[in-house]
């Protein structure tokens, strides 16, 4: 089972999105029975596939939300057994977690539940935090969770915390979105040298593989032409290439309703070809995203 994190320390990098795309590609177009986990608080890609719920004693302060009933619990059934709403804390606290369906054929979610994310962040003292950080490659090994999903993809909040820690940790590939601006590009070794930490102190049967930097939210500019040589230059085979466009990243996939479609059910334009015109923008987005999918299904599969 291959288990693929986007990580990166600083928001707006398109983080959610990549992980979104990767989803999508895998499940629908290679047939992959894939699982998201949502573990940042945020819960933008929950919002993507579930209705999430208000959290009545703090959605006035954050807005923060609540995973719904999961479509499979029963009235009567017994909590410990299955849950009425889950998320991924409970493998922390020994509850079982179940994953909900989504729209999209063979793709499965572990929504985010910031209160309780939190509350494990809050509630670990510091001798429990290995305990933390080695749990997710524990769970990640059951036998029933390898036998039901060929791919796990883990959105990860934009820090450095115990959960994210504990994210790279269970991860064989990790890739990080980094759009081409300034300040994130000076954060972009920091953050390589942080993956490579969490290679060196896990056991010796896993590996850790950093498989891409994905350069994101890119517009074909003169300067932003120049820093992607320059980040070609600096990282070699590391860059994905295509990178993500910024009108697909900013525009076409940053809206959250529930179940979306995903990219590859974005419409083809027949009249253009029937008569030969030119590709719509759309589809043109879609070509290129599905270039840069598969760029990193290579790295990951084969």
Request: glycine share 4%.
């Amino acid at each position: 089972m291959k288990i693929i994190t986007s990580a990166t320390h600083k928001g707006g990098e398109a983080k959610t999105t990549l992980a979104q795309v990767i989803a999508s590609y895998t499940a629908q177009l290679k047939n992959k029975r894939t699982l998201l986990i949502d573990l940042d608080k945020q819960g933008s890609l929950s919002r993507r596939y579930l209705r999430m719920e208000s959290e009545e004693t703090r959605a006035e302060i954050d807005g923060t939300a609540i995973p719904p009933v999961h479509p499979d619990y029963r009235e009567g059934n017994d909590p410990s057994d299955f849950p009425p709403r889950t998320s991924f804390h409970g493998i922390y606290h020994g509850q079982m977690v179940v994953p909900y369906p989504t729209s999209i054929p063979n793709l499965d979610i572990v929504p985010s539940w910031s209160s309780r994310l939190d509350a494990v962040l809050k509630n670990s003292p510091d001798y429990l935090l290995e305990r933390v950080y080695n749990r997710p490659l524990e769970f990640f090994k059951l036998p029933e969770l390898r036998s039901a999903y060929d791919v796990v993809i883990i959105d990860t909040p934009p820090d450095k915390n115990p959960l994210v820690i504990g994210a790279l940790r269970a991860s064989t590939h990790v890739f990080i979105p980094v759009q081409l601006a300034q300040m994130s590009l000076e954060g972009l070794e920091a953050m390589k040298i942080f993956v490579g930490q969490q290679n060196d102190v896990v056991c010796s049967d896993h590996e850790i593989k950093l498989a891409g930097i994905v350069p994101t939210i890119y517009d074909k500019s003169a300067s932003q032409k120049k820093r992607l040589e320059f980040l070609k230059d600096q990282h070699g085979d590391l860059i994905i290439d295509p990178p993500m466009y910024k009108r697909v990243t900013i525009t076409r996939l940053s809206e959250t309703p529930a179940e979306p479609s995903s990219f590859l059910e974005w419409p083809s334009s027949v009249m253009a070809k029937k008569y030969g015109h030119k590709k719509s923008q759309q589809e043109n987005d879609k070509h290129e995203l599905l270039e840069t999918c598969e760029e990193i299904y290579k790295r990951v599969f084969k």
